[in-house]
């Protein structure tokens, strides 16, 4: 921010803001972590009451408070600033922080409105203000201020903090479209913030939520209820349960897209799963809808199973067309080239595989035994090399997910012996 600089006794009052606030109505978690404020200490003259001992005494205590870290003592002694000079902004400004930091976003907010008042041009009282109403729940006041604050400011830390407040306080209003925008607007600004992602999850699950509910609500013997009731039934395992309601699915409207693709995967996932009944339903699929990629994708898959290359890459091929990005049909594809002996062919769609996620060990694997197949040793032993690092890397997220849903988050033990 420009005009405004940050200071230590801010940043201390704010960590330890952290610590001591709980969540008002807006239902949030505290979010002032390692923040600074920007404070502009614009020079105010030393005229009339501004000038007396009395003032300058009340105004040391409480830089000294502050930076102890004492906000209830800060409070008091920019309190007794404020009584002695009521017109001067930014001592209402000072006391704000310190009633913010001690815990006080109420009474914080009301100085940080006076000392606007008094001086329009305070640009931290205006950021302040919009987080002290939000945390202490009027938050219908507060998103003017973290709504046009949010895109003007420059320093991260805040940013984010205002943007996280501005996010809650839209949920809590019940304005999930603002909710989404700032959603975009954070995951833009903040795209591996911890809290950003969570907020995240949270917030589209329960606009998911909400979204179904009243589709349950105002149409319970549709088919897009009745879709929803399978979908459901098959994240819970209900594979059955699932199969009879996506038939019902399809005797209300047999030409609803992606109801046969899900009847066959459904299929596939049955231990005693019935190939040829999975296969029909695949092209039963394409039958409704012939830009289906995933039912392309899985007759592949299901012909390369099956040994039967030309078939397998027809599908595949189609696949790839309909959906370029389709990492797994790319995969597929060049498997099943190099199955037929066409070997510098499938190195083109593994090496589309790795550009789209290179991430992924499976398509380093193949593309190392692509090249190996084409004699190209040095690119092969490269791609292996990375087929190891993205596997070892794969299982550490996969466990430090396991680890972080069971609440087994200490520190790791290292392949080494014993003392």
């Known amino acids: 921010m420009r005009g405004s ?63 102890r870290g004492d906000f209830q003592g800060a409070a008091a002694a920019y309190g007794e600033a404020v009584r002695l ?10 006391l704000g922080l310190a009633l913010y930091s001690n815990g006080q976003p109420l009474e914080a907010s009301r100085e940080f409105a006076q000392a606007l008042k008094l001086k329009p ?46 996010l809650r306080c839209s949920m809590a209003l019940n304005r999930p479209d603002r909710a989404v925008a700032l959603l975009e607007k954070l995951g833009r600004d903040f795209p591996d913030d911890s809290d950003v992602l969570y907020y995240t999850s949270h917030i589209y699950s329960d606009l998911s939520t909400r979204a179904s509910e009243r589709l349950l609500a105002t149409a319970p013997g549709s088919v897009r209820a009745r879709q929803l009731n399978a979908e459901v039934m098959e994240l819970q395992g209900k594979l059955g349960d699932a199969r009879a309601d996506y038939l019902k699915v399809l005797e209300m409207n047999p030409r609803l897209p992606g109801i046969h693709y899900r009847l066959g995967r459904l299929i596939l996932a049955d231990p005693e799963n019935a190939i040829d009944e999975a296969r029909k339903e ?44 389709f990492m797994e049909a790319q995969i597929g594809l060049g498997k099943a080239l190099v199955s037929a002996g066409r070997a510098e062919e499938a190195v083109a769609p593994l090496e589309a595989a790795v550009k789209l996620d290179r991430a992924d060990p499976v398509a380093h694997y193949q593309l190392s035994f692509a090249y190996r197949r084409v004699g190209r040793s040095q690119d092969a032993e490269r791609e292996m090399a990375l087929y190891r690092q993205t596997s070892d890397e794969a299982a550490r997220r996969r466990e430090s997910i396991r680890a972080g849903i069971l609440g087994r988050t200490g520190q790791e033990q290292k392949a080494e012996p014993p003392e």
Request: charged letters at 30%; hydrophobic letters at 40%.
């Open 121 to 166: 041009a305070l640009s931290a009282s205006h950021y302040f203000l919009g987080a002290s109403l939000a945390e202490s729940g009027q938050c219908p006041a507060a998103m003017p201020y973290l709504e046009k604050d949010y895109p003007r400011l420059e320093d991260q830390r805040l940013k984010r903090a205002l943007g996280l407040d501005a």
């Open 85 to 94: 000079a009521p017109h001067v902004a930014e001592f209402h400004s000072d």
């Open 282 to 325: 695949f092209e039963e699929e394409l039958k409704v809808d012939p830009a289906s990629a995933p039912s392309e994708y899985e007759l592949g898959e299901m012909a390369r199973q099956a040994r039967d290359w030309r078939r397998a890459i027809e599908h595949f091929l189609r696949s790839v067309k309909l959906d370029p990005e």
């Open 5 to 67: 600089h940050y200071s230590a006794r801010t940043m201390r009052a704010l960590k330890a803001r952290r610590l001591i606030w709980r969540p008002g109505l807006v239902g949030g978690l505290a979010v002032w972590s390692a923040l600074g404020l920007a404070g502009q200490k614009q020079p105010v003259k030393p005229q009339g009451e501004m000038s007396s001992p009395e003032v300058a005494r009340a105004l040391s205590r409480g830089r000294e408070a502050m930076t």
